[in-house]
Every structure is written in C-alpha cells, then in structure tokens.
C-alpha cells in the first residue's frame, strides 16, 4: 500500500513560525510567504481521522493550483509557485474571519435545516415547497465565522458588517469575487459533465489589496453531482450521484459517528482506505479532466524539503 503524509515538522530556510492545520500544514518564511503543504490526513465533522489517505494531499493541492491559475483573470490570489505535487507556496495574506459560502443548490446542511423549518439561512429567505438537491433561481451566499477549533458558525452580511469583522467595502468585494468564482467554476464544471452544487473561497488582505487564498473548487471545499441524470434523480427524489468528500461523511455516519461526545470513530482498515484513495483519484480525473499521476511515495517527506529548499534558495 502507498505511504501518506500525516505530519510534518520542516525547519526551512527563512522560517518564522508553523500552523498544523487539520489538513494543511503551513510555513511562514519571512513574513513574506507561506508554504502550504497539503498533507494526506483526512478530516470531517471537525474530526480527523486517524489514518492518512495516500495520495490525497496531492490531488487537492493539483487541483486547487490549476482552479487558481484558471480564475486568476477573476481576482488576484495568493499562489506564487507549487514546486511539490503536495505544496503551493504563495503570498502571505492576513485571513478575514469569514469563508464565503456560495449554494447553487439546496442541499448538505441547508437541506437538513430547510426540512426542518428553517427557511431562512445566514438572513437569506429560501423559497417555499423546495425539494432535496433543488436548483436556487439563484446562488445563495451563507458565509460562516472560521473557527479556530470546533465548528464555524453561520452569520449574514449585516451581522459581518455590523459586529466589525469585514468592513462594509471589503465584504462586498469578496461578495462580487465569490459570485463570479462560482460562475466560471459552474461553466468549468460543466465541461466535465458536472456541476458545481456549493463551495467555499477564502479572502484574504496584503498591503490593502484582497486576494484569493487556500483551495478553490477541490472535492474538500466543494460538491459536484454529475449533470447526466440529475434531473431523472431529481424527479424521483432520489440521492444525485456525487464527487466530493460526501461518501466519507456518509460512510461515518453509517457506522454511527458524526462527531459528538461519546462516538467512536469506526475502524479505518487498509481495504478502506485504499478505496478512499481510489475515490479521491476518480475525483481528480473527472473534476480536471486529465490522468492522475501519482508521485513517488518513497520518502515524501525528504522530497518536499528537498524541493521546497531548492525553490526557497532561487527566490
């Protein structure tokens, strides 16, 4: 079985702190740039599993870099370089507090709390009599506050404004970017045969200017049902075949965990997580459109110090 990258410990050249995030790992070198290395864990409900998947950390980190080149005409992003299949390294932003939540259509959480008579969400009003996995007349904005642990929490616009955590100006850039993202993702998407049903962006400030930072439109930060069929689904009320980490969150909550006090989450066996891999390939190929090409496993961490170094001396 292929080795994963569970965690790092690098010191390099220039290197002023670390954050072990649940997923990435992030340098800081300078104060100047930030090296993100994607590893292989995996992590839903606000939990992380307690096996890495092999080859994940590379898949969202190739196409998170592709999405940021392909949408870098949209808004500025942080991406300067990925000198690692498992690494991008880009310009130091300071993060606004908020993820900016986009819905095309109703599903996930919104769902759940839509069949539960909630029908407003992040002070948006959903329109009556909707149905699981419903086209929106329009997307929806449902930002979230980014937690540092636990779970994000809904808020609306005004709430974001008012309470001082984006300044009116900012918000409504982020706003227009995270429209005009969504669009150019949903017609990408489309191209595949897919769509693009949520995602996430993350903003962030250098030097006055808002930029585009973290993934964009990866299986983690996103959800894609295939185009064939949805409607024929859809009429029937039955679940949309989907790419995205959904089939992880289900298989967990088949075996009785989603992340609560007392739960145990189930047993991870090698079969498991060899077939959790294989997803993550599948999705790489479908969401990109081009073979996935695995990267030597040998020793993954000596290769990322080794070309993360390198690319540090030439800068």
């Given at each position: 079985m292929s080795k994963a990258l569970v965690r790092t410990d690098f010191n390099f050249p220039g290197q002023v702190s670390v954050?072990?995030?649940?997923?990435?790992?992030?340098?800081?070198?300078?104060?100047?740039?930030?090296?993100?290395?994607?590893?292989d864990r995996i992590s839903a409900f606000d939990v992380v599993l307690p096996k890495g998947i092999p080859y994940k950390g590379q898949v969202l980190n190739q196409i998170a870099s592709k999405f940021l080149d392909a949408t870098a005409d949209i808004v500025p992003n942080w991406k300067v370089a990925t000198?690692?299949?498992?690494?991008?390294?880009?310009?130091?932003?300071?993060?606004?507090?908020?993820?900016?939540?986009?819905?095309?259509?109703?599903?996930?959480?919104?769902?759940?709390?839509?069949?539960?008579?909630?029908?407003?969400i992040c002070g948006v009003t959903l329109p009556e009599g909707m149905k699981e996995n419903q086209k929106f007349p329009s997307p929806i904005i449902t930002p979230t506050t980014k937690a540092d642990e636990g779970h994000d929490e809904n808020i609306s616009k005004e709430e974001i404004i008012a309470q001082g955590i984006v300044s009116k100006e900012d918000y409504e850039l982020m706003e227009k970017y995270t429209y005009a993202l969504f669009q150019r993702g949903t017609e990408m998407a489309a191209e595949?045969?897919?769509?693009?049903?949520?995602?996430?962006?993350?903003?962030?400030?250098?030097?006055?200017?808002?930029?585009?930072?973290?993934?964009?439109?990866?299986?983690?930060?996103?959800?894609?049902?295939?185009?064939?069929?949805?409607?024929?689904?859809?009429?029937?009320?039955?679940?949309?075949?989907?790419?995205?980490?959904?089939?992880?969150?289900?298989?967990?909550?088949?075996?009785?965990?989603?992340?609560?006090?007392?739960?145990?989450?189930?047993?991870?066996?090698?079969?498991?997580?060899?077939?959790?891999?294989?997803?993550?390939?599948?999705?790489?190929?479908?969401?990109?459109g081009e073979k996935f090409v695995k990267a030597d496993t040998e020793d993954i961490t000596d290769r990322i110090e080794k070309n993360i170094t390198a690319f540090l001396k030439e800068r």
């Open positions: 954050y072990h995030g649940k997923v990435r790992d992030v340098y800081n070198i300078n104060d100047d740039l930030l090296v993100m290395v994607a590893s000198p690692d299949p498992m690494v991008t390294v880009g310009i130091r932003c300071e993060g606004f507090r908020v993820e900016m939540i986009i819905r095309g259509y109703l599903t996930g959480s919104a769902w759940r709390d839509y069949k539960a008579g909630n029908h407003t595949k045969g897919l769509i693009l049903v949520d995602t996430k962006y993350e903003f962030g400030k250098n030097d006055g200017k808002v930029y585009l930072i973290d993934e964009i439109h990866t299986p983690d930060s996103s959800r894609y049902f295939y185009a064939e069929g949805y409607e024929e689904k859809f009429e029937k009320g039955e679940a949309q075949k989907q790419l995205s980490k959904e089939f992880v969150r289900q298989w967990l909550m088949d075996n009785g965990f989603m992340g609560k006090a007392g739960q145990q989450v189930p047993e991870m066996t090698d079969a498991y997580v060899e077939s959790v891999s294989e997803r993550y390939i599948e999705l790489y190929e479908h969401i990109v």
